[in-house]
């Protein structure tokens, strides 16, 4: 029949990801880079021509002889820019779903980013992801994502590609991968002023719920949940850096809910302003500001919460610490340590009359994130120093520094790294009411 027409397609041999890894079993870092690598091209020039596919899975990826990915099964895929050809077809899988996948005002690249990082978590775990409306509830990705082969940069990758806003995701295919092949070219080998070695733990302890949250730098920011992480990242001397650590104070309610608010902010602070030309000193300020707000409109929303919090920045050879609370920060250099940060208690503002102290002096905060008719930048203490090779910052909450002295801190990163950490650890574990436990060290080599 002449009047027919027919779309000639070509014939992929091949099976689909889904029994690609049911038959292989584990799938090797290098064979998840090669996937996530030609699925991302294909997104981009669909994404490109205003397309977006709208139904990536394991089931939807067809894997040849040759190890060739081919993204195929187009017949959800719509139109976010010409309303005529918008499609209201519909699919479901759970897990793999964006938040806003139904939402046509709503769709954008982020969409599909969603479902690839949801497809590669079950690539490289082969388990999938709870549904976004359950993840609200709680959210097991930060306990997930440390057990898997990828480094802290590669998991920020997937949980900023999972995000549940879709306005906090990439923005495009590319940035995606190019953060989780950990290929950043932003910095230039000229441009690198110290590698830094970083260790960091958090640890529940004998509490019920982690009230501490850490991040360092774009690398790695975690929420509430027991890990360990080891890794080297560049530190430009252009750019502006960043590690902290928040302690939800137990005496207010959700106070971990306060600290990752904490945390939260601070990481898209520095997503907004790694680049920014204005002082360090100046931006430092505006972040305290921020987030005394940011915690005191949590609060007004869940009930009084607050927490402590203990930041450090660095840009070229100049560091600029701030810290709210009694979350300690240490330099130790050339073998001698020296406490930098001021502890806001009640104990350290009785210096006057020592005799009056009592041990609950110690742990009753003066200052704390969330406290109202305060600004977070008049709350804080400052210091401010120039860097030197070798340096070493130690960040922890205070159910760190509160079983080990400065001689015992001082021994441990003398040790250095995890090896510091084991021993601090070994301290803490011997108090019977060990509290939460969070420490981040920062090692500065040219």
Excluded at 288 to 311: A, F, M, R, Y
Excluded at 431 to 441: H, L, V
Aim: aromatic fraction near 10%; proline fraction near 3%; include cysteine.
């Amino acid at each position: 029949n002449d009047e027919t027409e027919y779309i000639v397609m070509e014939l992929i041999d091949g099976i689909t990801l889904k029994q690609y890894i049911e038959r292989k079993k584990n799938v090797f870092w290098k064979e998840t880079v090669h996937f996530s690598r030609q699925i991302c091209k294909a997104l981009v020039h669909a994404h490109e021509r205003g397309i977006i596919h709208r139904d990536i899975s394991p089931g939807n990826i067809l894997i040849t002889e040759d190890n060739v990915p081919y993204l195929i099964d187009y017949g959800t895929a719509t139109s976010i820019t010409n309303h005529n050809l918008r499609n209201i077809l519909d699919f479901s899988h759970k897990g793999l779903d964006a938040p806003e996948r139904k939402n046509e005002n709503q769709l954008g690249p982020g969409t599909d980013i969603y479902s690839l990082c949801a497809t590669i978590v079950f690539l490289l775990s082969g388990e999938g992801i709870p549904d976004y409306a359950d993840r609200i509830k709680y959210d097991p990705l930060p306990a997930l994502l440390p057990r898997l082969s990828i480094n802290s940069r590669q998991q920020n990758a997937l949980l900023k590609g999972l995000n549940i806003d879709i306005a906090k995701r990439y923005s495009d295919a590319a940035s995606f991968l190019q953060d989780f092949e950990n290929n950043d070219n932003i910095y230039g080998e000229s441009d690198v002023k110290y590698h830094i070695n970083y260790f960091a733990k958090t640890d529940i302890g004998k509490r019920k719920i982690n009230q501490d949250n850490f991040m360092i730098d774009s690398f790695f920011s975690y929420a509430s949940e027991d890990c360990e992480i080891s890794g080297t990242f560049p530190s430009s001397s252009s750019h502006l850096h960043i590690a902290a650590i928040a302690d939800g104070v137990s005496s207010s309610c959700y106070g971990e809910l306060a600290s990752k608010a904490a945390i939260q902010a601070i990481s898209h602070f520095i997503d907004s302003y790694r680049y920014s030309e204005s002082l360090p000193e100046r931006l430092l300020e505006n972040l305290l500001d921020q987030l005394n707000e940011k915690i005191i409109t949590l609060g007004n929303k869940i009930g009084h919460t607050s927490s402590t919090v203990t930041i450090l920045t660095w840009i070229n050879n100049h560091y600029y610490i701030a810290n709210i609370g009694d979350s300690p920060i240490y330099l130790f250099r050339n073998g001698r340590l020296t406490q930098l940060s001021t502890p806001h208690t009640k104990a350290n503002e009785m210096t006057d009359n020592p005799s009056e102290i009592t041990p609950s002096d110690y742990h009753t905060l003066t200052r704390f994130l969330g406290k109202k008719h305060s600004a977070g930048s008049q709350m804080a203490s400052y210091v401010e120093g120039t860097l030197n090779e070798g340096d070493t910052f130690f960040i922890c909450s205070d159910g760190v520094s509160n079983v080990s002295n400065n001689e015992i801190i001082r021994k441990a990163l003398k040790k250095g790294g995890s090896k510091a950490l084991a021993t601090l650890w070994k301290y803490a574990k011997k108090s019977p009411k060990q509290d939460n436990c969070t420490a981040i060290i920062l090692n500065f080599r040219q």
